[in-house]
Nanobody
Framework: VQLQASGGGLVQSGGSLRLSCAAS????????MGWHRQAPGKRRELAAT???????NYADSVKGRFTISRDNVKKTVYLQMNGLKPEDTAVYYC?????????????WGQGTLVTVSS
């Protein structure tokens, strides 16, 4: 099983980016998915999560600006980021709770860098 993230880049403050993360491999069940981020010199933190049924949860710092969504057919999770601020600069990692061979565990993508200039 692999998670492939894409969509990061350099954007000016106030701009927008859309991150994507596609799961592939021998997936029995695709559970909750999410995005985390790690800024330079800081711990990794949760940005947003989405359940299999589409319920969402956001960190207070991104609420109202970021929107998480998923396409279960494409096995892909998205993060639409609007109103970006310099403090959103971080490596963004996607995650997914996946069963393969009857065993559930968390999988992580490789990370995609988002840089917001002031």
């Amino acid at each position: 099983v692999q998670l492939q993230a894409s969509g990061g880049g350099l954007v000016q403050s106030g701009g927008s980016l859309r991150l994507s993360c596609a799961a592939s491999g021998s997936i029995g069940f695709l559970g909750n998915m999410g995005w985390h981020r790690q800024a330079p010199g800081k711990r990794r933190e949760l940005a947003a999560t989405i359940t299999t049924g589409g319920s969402t949860n956001y960190a207070d710092s991104v609420k109202g600006r970021f929107t998480i969504s998923r396409d279960n057919v494409k096995k892909t999770v998205y993060l639409q980021m609007n109103g970006l601020k310099p403090e959103d600069t971080a490596v963004y990692y996607c995650s997914a709770y996946i069963s393969t061979g009857g065993i559930f565990r968390d999988y992580w993508g490789q990370g995609t860098l988002v840089t917001v200039s002031s």
